[in-house]
């Protein structure tokens, strides 16, 4: 869906951060690539101070291992999760390969990682490109900046090999951040966005396409499955859907305009009342955001609800009500999604309980929300771009 490059901008700032992960569709398994990830409690949280999230790092540096699966490759990471419930997998860019560790993100359709040249402070404590040292490397004169919700980043355009497990995108464009701002402890190098080509803020045609156009997939979907484990689980998949991931049939949902991976939401419901998306709204599917937002006074209503209450940033919830909440129902094109309390209600790193429903930042014209991981870890998701669809299943 084509938007200003104002609103563009601003909205990018609330999807932002939005981090995540994704899978493929369609039945040709001979094609399908799988990256399994892995979620790991907060870094910043869990370890303090800066040599202890460094040395973390560098003990728990990816390697990047092929197994043969279904004639596919299956590329297993173990991955971690970043300020809880976002999920990141490794790539390699150049020739001889370097490795970075990225954020899927189905909001975004930038691929970028941090240059050499970048001396901004968050650059230093991750992997930055090389690019002296791949003989497949071309500089290019254009330049692009994004802003996130969490951060800030100023790039160069550039071209060279990018592997995604055994997919091989050649002369891919790509960003190299020359500063950044806002991604101060967080162990991760860059992002891989797999939205449409005309969300990007670059002009570079998306990793995804570029494989599209060049007949590495068999079919132009992806998908993904976010593990409820602790450690390991989520999967990756290009070109295909490995139907063992979820239960029941996919229901297919068409987007409101080709262009962004938004759908049509008729309602949400708690105990059969509609509680939010009363006349219709639209739902953002982003893996990379780890929350559900939506507009302020209707998030309000629904902690007033549940109970929670505001403490700092969060609204929380005693730990010993939440098997008595209720659940609650997003309805998308006739279908209901039910969204336990044990799934909206999460944990700090005090162990307390705070709800998941965030207010957007963004108010555009029409209600929208945004269902993030909370959401997308119950629910196999599907994004079909051949017909501009996208396919939600009970995960297993």
């Given at each position: 869906m084509l938007r200003s490059q104002t609103f563009l901008s601003t909205w990018n700032q609330e999807r932002s951060?939005?981090?995540?992960?994704?899978?493929?569709?369609?039945?040709?398994?001979?094609?399908?690539?799988?990256?399994?990830?892995?979620?790991?409690?907060?870094?910043?949280?869990?370890?303090?101070?800066?040599?202890?999230?460094?040395?973390?790092?560098?003990?728990?540096?990816?390697?990047?291992?092929?197994?043969?699966?279904r004639g596919s490759n299956l590329t297993i990471h173990p991955l971690r999760n970043i300020r809880d419930f976002f999920y990141v997998g490794n790539i390699t860019i150049g020739t001889?390969?370097?490795?970075?560790?990225?954020?899927?993100?189905?909001?975004?359709?930038?691929?970028?990682?941090?240059?050499?040249?970048?001396?901004?402070?968050?650059?230093?404590?991750?992997?930055?490109?090389?690019?002296?040292?791949?003989?497949?490397?071309?500089?290019?004169?254009?330049t692009f900046s994004i802003t996130y919700g969490s951060g800030r980043i100023e790039a160069l355009v550039v071209h060279d090999t990018v592997r995604i497990g055994d997919l091989v995108s050649t002369d891919q464009p790509f960003g190299l951040s020359m500063t950044e701002s806002g991604f101060e402890g967080i162990p991760f190098d860059g992002v891989l966005g797999l939205n449409y080509p005309n969300i990007s803020f670059s002009g570079a045609i998306p990793i995804f396409d570029k494989l599209k156009n060049q007949g590495a997939i068999s079919e132009p979907v992806f998908a993904f499955y976010l593990s409820k484990d602790e450690q390991e689980g989520s999967v990756v998949m290009f070109g295909g859907v490995d139907h063992r991931y979820y239960k029941g049939e996919l229901k297919w949902v068409p987007l409101i305009e080709a262009g962004d991976w938004i759908v049509h939401m008729d309602c949400i419901s708690m105990r059969r009342k509609v509680i939010a998306c009363s006349g219709g709204c639209e739902a953002v599917v982003d893996t990379g955001v780890s929350m559900i937002k939506g507009p302020k006074t209707l998030v309000d209503n629904i902690?007033?609800?549940?109970?929670?209450?505001?403490?700092?940033?969060?609204?929380?919830?005693?730990?010993?009500?939440?098997?008595?909440?209720p659940s609650i129902t997003f309805t998308i094109n006739g279908i209901n999604y039910r969204v336990p309390a044990r799934a909206y209600i999460l944990k700090d790193s005090r162990g307390c309980c705070y709800s998941s429903f965030q207010e957007t930042t963004v108010s555009p014209s029409t209600e929208t929300w945004i269902l993030g991981d909370v959401f997308l870890r119950l629910y196999f998701s599907v994004f079909d771009r051949g017909n501009d669809r996208i396919g939600l299943a009970r995960a297993v």
């Open positions: 951060m939005k981090w995540l992960v994704l899978l493929g569709l369609v039945a040709f398994s001979e094609c399908i690539v799988k990256i399994p990830l892995r979620r790991v409690k907060t870094m910043t949280k869990t370890l303090s101070g800066k040599n202890m999230l460094n040395n973390f790092v560098k003990e728990h540096a990816y390697r990047l291992s092929q197994i043969s699966f001889p390969p370097q490795e970075f560790q990225v954020i899927f993100d189905t909001g975004s359709s930038e691929l970028w990682v941090p240059s050499i040249f970048c001396n901004s402070s968050t650059c230093s404590k991750h992997d930055r490109f090389r690019h002296l040292e791949s003989s497949t490397f071309r500089l290019s004169r254009r902690q007033k609800l549940i109970g929670a209450t505001l403490r700092g940033f969060k609204h929380y919830v005693s730990c010993s009500a939440v098997d008595t909440l």
